[in-house]
């Protein structure tokens, strides 16, 4: 009775089914006639796990405290650390006020370019290979599609799909996922991508342009896409850690720490309103491909490639570290050594562009003693 | 047709544990225990292979369409609708073999992986790339053995229940390593 000619028929007919719905939806793409049955299973299921969300995060709180509770005391331990440099950087740091003006705008978090946030707590996340959470803010709260998400640290992802209540956040760190990033400093932009949480570096950043320098500890920010969507400009990002070279690859590939922290988010806030004025324009590398000077970097002796470079051609092939290269960098570098590594190659092309090179150099130079500085993405009038 | 409606509340209970507690459990490897996939495979092994394949590709839309789902549409309900079909071919022998749901766990949890990550690779998905897959295989498979005796055991003591109620002296389909307990 268990394996008839009918069960083999249903298991035909179903299989038929649920390949016609790849298909479709696959063909389908953002317009897929299948995203109706999405916003369906938002629509029901959204409230059911907001509700057993409800019920099951504080126990899940009691137990993280007690499974995280050796990882609380080192933090603990971090944060009064901290807290004790980040007094003394404070009394200095009211000396220079003007700097750290510049820096905010910089940073686009401040003043002019405040970023509207809506909060909202994160109920669930994707299973397997999917680097997904679902947030509990939905189109009832001005919650769109491709709208970017952040929290206090920084970039969390972006948002792929809206429900009544609910809606679903693609993170940085999926392998989908690829955000336009910029360095701090030299401004050379390039595409953040993700790894995934298993591939324990979960982000890396390539620049479009192979013969910049880059050093561990800059940071990265968001570059911010056209009309602001999905991502919004100036959300820090990470922070370099390490540099791979590829031989004869013509992008370079850093991996990079972010800032948030994506293995315990809760409460995120979603961008519904960008800056008002793009911060990022003054600081723009000029578009078109200029000729590149090749830079003699004293730590790379393979042939460096000054042809036009093009992104993503090295992120499939496997990697390998120059011999010379430190194997953990420094995870917060002196500030002396910091402003030193836009050396003269650094000027050289600075001059060459269009920009103000002075602006370069001060925040250059402001960048590094206040790493912990005001970056909170939030606008004062929140 | 208390059958369907148990398939039902077993494959919905799962689904959403899935979700709000077991994703978020913060497991070393980075991988979670699939509690659907067992659901689906305890259902398929109780009931037979109709009701296996059924609640497979029922359960697998589920998850293509709960958020946060952000994945073609239909690619778990073809997974585990072969797998519930598979599955519940091997009913019959449940009675004789008591190892043989770990070993059924334990080949749904690989095939399911594989299949997802072959359907993936077929789409261009970039989650689904062989380094990762196959750092991922091992620990999801032990972690869904581990896991699988509590979702077996609820299964088949709900189905008893349920047909002590409805059916009395009907089929037998509770094996003789749980009904020991």
Known sequence: MNDTRRTRAVLGVLLLISLAMITVDYRGGEHSPLRGLRSFGEAIFGPIEDAAAAVITPVGHALDTIIGSPDAHRRVDRLERENQRLRQQLRAQQIDKSRAEQLHRLLGTAGLGGYRIVAAQVISAGEGVEETVTIDAGSGDGVRTDMTVITGDGLVGRVTQVGPATSTVLLATDAASSVGGRLEGSGEIGVVRGTGRRSGSPLTFELLDSTVEIKPGQRIVSFGSQGNRPYVPGVPIGTVIRIERTPGSLTRTAIVRPFTHFTALDVVGVVVAPPKKNPRDAVLPPAPPKPVTPTPSPSNPGPSNPGPSTPGAAASAPTRRAPDEPSAAPRAMPSGEESASAGPSRRRRSATSTESPRTRRTLTSTEAPRRRGPRTPHSPGD | ?181
Do not use: K
């Open chain 2, 1 to 181: 047709m208390s059958r369907n409606v148990l398939a039902t509340i077993v494959v919905v209970a799962a689904l959403l544990l899935q979700l709000t507690v077991a994703n978020r459990l913060p497991l070393p490897a980075s991988v979670t225990p699939n509690l659907v996939l067992l659901a689906v495979v305890a259902l398929a092994l109780v009931n037979g292979s109709m009701t296996g394949l059924v609640t497979g590709f029922f359960a697998g839309l589920a998850a293509d369409i709960v958020p946060p789902a952000d994945h073609t549409i239909g690619r778990y309900a073809f997974v585990y609708c072969l797998i519930g079909y598979v599955c519940g071919l091997a009913a019959d022998d449940l009675e004789r073999s008591p190892v043989l749901p770990f070993v059924a766990v334990a080949a749904g949890a690989l095939a399911g992986s594989v299949l997802y990550a072959m359907v993936g690779m077929m789409l261009g998905d970039p989650r689904t790339r062989w380094p990762v897959l196959s750092h991922q295989l091992p620990v999801q498979v032990l972690y869904d053995v581990i896991a699988s005796p509590f979702v077996v055991w609820a299964v088949l003591r709900l189905t008893r229940r349920a047909e002590r109620q409805h059916d009395p002296g009907g089929l037998d389909a509770v094996p003789g390593f749980y009904r020991a307990r």
